[in-house]
């Protein structure tokens, strides 16, 4: 069974920054992607960025040269800076890994989510 631990997140003006971190833990072999996905009020969940095993790194349009993913790869641990945050980046954030081989297989699994808001 694999854990995702999710930390950070908050309240904060516009123009603030935010962390986030995600910790996967459990017997894990290898993880091929880990990122971050956001889900806002009457909206559908989207991509925020996502980072492979190689360091290749997608980020949404919306939050190209503000956020920034980075991986410890020891840790299975990710974390998403924040930057110049704006108040459409109010959402619940959840951290997803894909690509996870453990004992019982390949799977994705996903956080619980983390609550971000920006106040204008």
């Known amino acids: 069974q694999v854990q995702l631990v999710e930390s950070g997140g908050g309240l904060v003006q516009a123009g603030g920054s935010l962390g986030l971190s995600c910790a996967a833990s459990?017997?894990?072999?290898?993880?091929?992607?880990m990122g971050w996905h956001r889900q806002a009020p009457g909206k559908q969940r989207e991509l925020v960025a996502t980072i492979t095993s190689t360091g290749m790194t997608n980020y949404a349009n919306s939050v190209k040269g503000r956020f920034a993913i980075s991986r410890d790869y020891a840790k299975n641990t990710i974390y998403l800076e924040m930057n110049s945050l704006k108040p459409e980046d109010t959402a619940v954030y959840y951290c997803n890994v894909d690509g996870v081989n453990t004992p019982s297989g390949r799977n994705a699994y996903w956080g619980q989510g983390t609550q971000v808001t920006v106040s204008s």
């Open positions: 459990g017997t894990i072999f290898s993880i091929y992607a």
